[in-house]
């Protein structure tokens, strides 16, 4: 069974600090890995995916992860967070990557002046 | 085009009725999904259609949830009973279908209130 472990249910960061979104995953077979945002009283978009073309996976308004078998890790990461930014993520697994997602339980992130 | 919709955005019903809710997929996506997100908790998968078949109805709670999709387009998730335990947002999804990776489009959610 597919799983997807977030760490931290909150993060706060400054204005221009680095963000850094913590996500596992467990599979019995190499996963698709998505990360997802939520805006207040939106709906989800998706940031970026995982499809092993390349270990590190470049998304929209600067957000970038990298995939790390060895550490069965897909870290979600910003250099300079902006006040934009402040909204609920969710990382998630998929075994074929076009059948269900598994979704983590998210972590909100909050942007502080 | 216009993106995934869902109706209605809000449903407040009394313990024991029936709701029915809605999604209208992006046009040309083969693929639609629901989840729901209970409060403080991640997305969970309810079921997948492929066209109007259901290959992965494995995440419904209990018989008193059912979905169905018609003309490969609008899908209805029917609630029966409804339960305190049911209140949640309901999200539905669509994708391109059974290519490779695809990605899914989320609707804005219905929010359903069991009292």
Redesign the interface.
Known sequence: AQSVTQLGSHVSVSEGALVLLRCNYSSSVPPYLFWYVQYPNQGLQLLLKYTSAATLVKGINGFEAEFKKSETSFHLTKPSAHMSDAAEYFCAVSNTGFQKLVFGTGTRLLVSP | GA??SQSPSNKVTEKGKDVELRCDPISGHT?L?W?RQRL??????LI?FQGNSA??KS?LPSDRFSAERTGESVSTLTIQRTQQEDSAVY?C?S??????????F????TRLTVL
């Open positions: 993106g995934v693929a999904y989840y403080g908790q991640g997305l969970e998968f997948y290959p992965d995440g999200l999804a994708s391109l279908g059974d290519r490779d990776v695809n990605e899914q989320f609707g804005p959610g």
